[in-house]
């Protein structure tokens, strides 16, 4: 037990990773697709590149959108209506024109007597009610056949011969010509007592065209066992276009079976597996610090499962909808928080894993892939908000001219294009900026560090670099110059030159708890360290690293931005108190004199420790001239070199030699130094 306690204890990282794997392995395996591949690959307008394909089994052949559709416009075309009719309003009518008529008729008014004038009103009401009255107008054609229902009878009827109630007063006047003097009292009288008594009926109306939709058949023919589908070299194209399809997807629905579920779901599982494992090979031989950090790794699978989820989701919901899905999010936020090579790496795995998920499976995986290349090649600097926005315009314009080249090569002509598709692809640019937001939610959530946040910790009048500047002024002016030092190289080897800026104005933030035991910071030539032992003297000048690293945390720097503090003095020895204790004892323990370490591990942490050695020592430089400058830097990043410094940061010697040249033209220009030429 003890035992097993010691070795979980010991690996619970990998531990950690070997969950995360199988977690992750799971989860993309439950959202995959239920059935199996097709093994043949085929597009529309391209020849047949495999041998004769003969039917494996009987199968319908399914029809195409395109006909289904004009089957659905052909049956919404002749669809017949229901309308409601209320027979008790007739009766109504009748009843009230006979009482109104019986109060309101006058001799001295009309010339005609009240009997013909009750009798020419209550055929004027047969007539209309004949059908029944409309309430409103449609845009049915006369000659539409209608439904009546009453309660529980339907009947049948032509929508012209309905009447419309606006149509009363012209009715009145055509059935009236032998009556002019009985108008304005018909009118007056007919239009309170007619009203209307057949509505349309939408619910009935839509319910049975549902239901003419659902007895549609999908199917226009069989093809049955044996039977030549398609001969090699044979363009695919209309009706065995659509036979290959309907052959695929009838192959898909009978191979996930109850007999090969586990086949299938291992297939599945090795395919998905080896996408992780290559993820986690990647990290381990290229971006081993990533590799270590379990808080990353999950960072990484986290936004990969998120991928894969929104698109499954929106494929079960709308296949059409696929290039909506903002994908080109994941490279920008991976580039942000880690580097260009990892982000696209981790977009291309995400793209092969949708792969299984999407349809047209190559057209959207090339779409994909190059966006993201796009995206890589393009999104840089972040904090510049416009650099955002034209990248964005950049991709959007490649998913365009990527899918319009797919339509042309697939049809072979522009006249049925989509060009609802474009809209998407302009949907997905403007969802891309969401970016923003999701980097700053993910580095709150992960405790991460974007090029934005950069920006922010760089500048000078933040809390913790005023106090800096107040507390130890000298080196403040120090930690600016080794930025710009920094800044500089890192722009000439592309490296991240706002990391390694930011870095070097908090690496020496630990010097502010004894600032006037550093001689930048010492008003007088009185050194207070000279008074003490070299091995006190050692431990004041050591410590400032830890202390550093301390008030980092107190005030949340990020661990990116500590990291600079950890390794800006790596190993090296504080060499003047060594040969002082030396001197004084005649020998002293070099693990008494020699920083915590570690030694730098990226190319910003080696650059800084060259600049920040190279510019402290450049105080020291009486009368300096061009050629002093050149060999003290060539001396200092030498035995740097030589003492292993760089051994664990991926530098070349061309990278540090950029480097020296660049630190050099900068202390030149920062003395005002010239170039000696020989007399």
């Not at 226009?220 to 044996?226: A, C, L, M, R, S």
């Not at 296949?319 to 790496?345: E, H, Q, T, W």
């Not at 722009?491 to 010097?511: C, F, P, Q, T, W």
Request: glycine content about 4%; overall charge neutral; charged content about 20%.
């Amino acid at each position: 037990m003890k035992n097993l306690l010691v070795f979980l204890t010991r690996n619970q990282s990998l531990i950690y990773k070997v969950s995360l794997f199988l977690a992750t392995t799971l989860l993309v395996i439950y959202l995959l697709p239920k059935g199996g591949q097709f093994k043949y690959s085929f597009q529309k307008g391209k020849p047949w590149q495999y041998e004769n394909l003969y039917a494996p089994f009987n199968f319908t052949i399914k029809k195409d959108k395109e006909a289904m559709q004009k089957e659905k416009e052909t049956l919404l075309a002749n669809a017949i209506p229901f309308f409601d009719i209320d027979t008790e309003i007739p009766l109504q009518a009748f009843q009230s024109f006979s009482d109104l008529i019986e109060s309101t008729y006058v001799d001295s008014l009309v010339v005609t007597p009240k009997a013909i004038a009750k009798e020419v009103g209550l055929n004027i009401i047969n007539s209309i009610y004949a059908v029944g009255v409309l309430s409103e107008r449609h845009s049915y054609p006369p000659e539409q056949l209608i439904y009546l229902k009453n309660d529980t009878e339907v009947s049948e009827a032509v929508y012209s011969k309905l009447f419309e109630r606006a149509r009363l007063s012209q009715f009145i006047d055509e059935r009236t010509t032998n009556y002019n003097d009985l108008r304005p009292l018909l009118n007056q009288l007919l239009s309170t007592v007619v009203s209307a008594n057949v509505t349309f009926n939408s619910r009935l109306t839509d319910s049975s065209i549902e239901e003419l939709i659902q007895d549609i058949n999908p199917n226009k023919g069989i093809v049955e066992k044996g039977s030549r589908i398609v001969a090699k070299g044979e363009v695919v194209e209309g009706e065995k276009f659509q036979i290959l399809n309907s052959l695929k997807d009838q192959f898909q629905s009978q191979v996930w079976s109850k007999n090969n579920h586990y086949w299938l779901v291992f297939g599945y599982s090795l395919l998905v597996s080896l996408v992780f494992i290559m993820l986690f090979l990647f990290l381990k031989k290229y971006r081993y610090e990533i590799y270590l950090n379990n808080t990353k790794v999950s960072f990484i699978f986290f936004n990969v499962i998120v991928m894969v989820f929104i698109t499954t989701m929106v494929v079960k919901y709308d296949p059409n909808y696929i290039y909506v899905i903002p994908l080109c999010i994941l490279p920008i936020i991976l580039k942000s928080f880690f580097d260009a090579r990892l982000g696209l790496f981790v977009h291309v795995l995400t793209i092969l894993l949708l792969g299984f998920i999407v349809p047209n499976s190559f057209e959207f995986m090339f779409l994909q892939i190059i966006a993201g290349i796009v995206t890589i090649l393009t999104v840089s600097e972040l904090y510049k908000r416009a650099n955002l926005f034209i990248s964005v315009g950049q991709i959007t314009l490649i998913y365009i001219i990527g899918y319009f080249a797919f339509y042309i090569i697939q049809e072979g002509n522009i006249q049925q294009i989509p060009y609802e598709n474009f809209m998407y692809f302009i949907i997905c640019g403007l969802v891309t900026l969401f970016a923003f937001p999701l980097i700053y939610a993910y580095e709150k959530l992960f405790g991460l560090v974007s090029e934005v946040s950069l920006l922010e910790l760089s500048n000078t009048n933040s809390d913790l670099l005023k106090e800096l500047s107040n507390k130890a002024p000298g080196t403040f002016h120090h930690s600016l110059n080794v930025a710009n030092l920094s800044e500089a190289a890192a722009n000439e080897i592309g490296a991240n030159s706002m990391l390694v800026r930011v870095g070097a104005l908090y690496h020496d933030i630990g010097k502010m708890t004894n600032p006037t035991s550093f001689t930048e910071n010492q008003m007088n030539l009185i050194n207070t360290l000279d008074e003490l032992a070299p091995k006190e003297s050692a431990k004041i000048i050591i410590d400032h690293v830890i202390k550093g690293i301390e008030i980092a945390r107190k005030n949340k720097l990020p661990d990116r931005i500590i990291d600079f503090i950890r390794t800006h003095h790596g190993t090296n020895m504080v060499y003047y108190f060594y040969r002082k204790e030396q001197e004084l004892n005649g020998s002293a323990q070099e693990e008494d004199f020699r920083y915590p370490g570690p030694k730098p591990f990226s190319r910003e942490t080696a650059i800084l420790m060259m600049a920040d050695s190279v510019e402290a020592a450049s105080k020291s430089l009486k009368e300096p001239t061009s050629s002093k400058i050149d060999d003290f830097v060539e001396n200092i990043v030498g035995a740097q070199m030589e003492n292993g410094q760089f051994i664990n940061a991926d530098i070349t010697f061309k990278e540090i030699e950029i480097v020296k040249k660049v630190l050099k033209k900068k202390l030149n220009n920062m003395y005002h130094l010239r170039v000696e030429y020989p007399e």
